[in-house]
């Protein structure tokens, strides 16, 4: 059995700001800033700027939502795919 592992920092995120969907081929994390930034606020750097995130990850073929497993620990996603014998079947 394999298994893929995605890393995803979400500065600026809390974890009931983080949504994942799991959708045909692909994992879908939605993850909303809780707290409003001024309109007049000019960001440095993007990671920091009053936008959400979107994120779309590809996923093997016949992956169900019991083979991903998600934690969030300070502004970090950590997502696990784990390969089932019908997802590696899928893809051979």
Same mark, same amino acid.
């Given at each position: 059995?394999?298994?893929?592992?995605?890393? #995803?920092y979400? /500065? $600026? +995120?809390? !974890?009931r700001? %983080?949504e994942l969907l @799991?959708?045909?081929?692909?994992? #879908? #994390?939605t993850?909303r800033? @809780?707290? /409003? %930034?001024r309109?007049?606020?000019?960001a440095?750097?993007?990671?920091?700027?009053a936008?959400?995130?979107r @994120?779309r990850?590809?996923? /093997?073929? $016949? @992956?169900?939502?019991g083979? +991903?497993?998600?934690?969030?620990d300070? $502004? #970090?996603?950590f997502i696990?795919?784990?390969?089932?014998d019908?997802?590696?079947? !899928? !893809?051979?």
């Open positions: 059995n394999g298994c893929l592992e995605a890393t #995803v979400l /500065p $600026g +995120v809390e !974890a700001g %983080v @799991l959708s045909r081929q692909e994992i #879908v #994390v993850a800033k @809780l707290h /409003p %930034v309109a007049n606020w000019i440095l750097s993007l990671e920091t700027c936008r959400d995130y @994120l990850l590809k996923t /093997p073929r $016949g @992956l169900k939502a083979d +991903v497993t998600a934690q969030f300070a $502004g #970090v996603l696990r795919i784990d390969r089932s019908a997802s590696e079947a !899928a !893809a051979a």
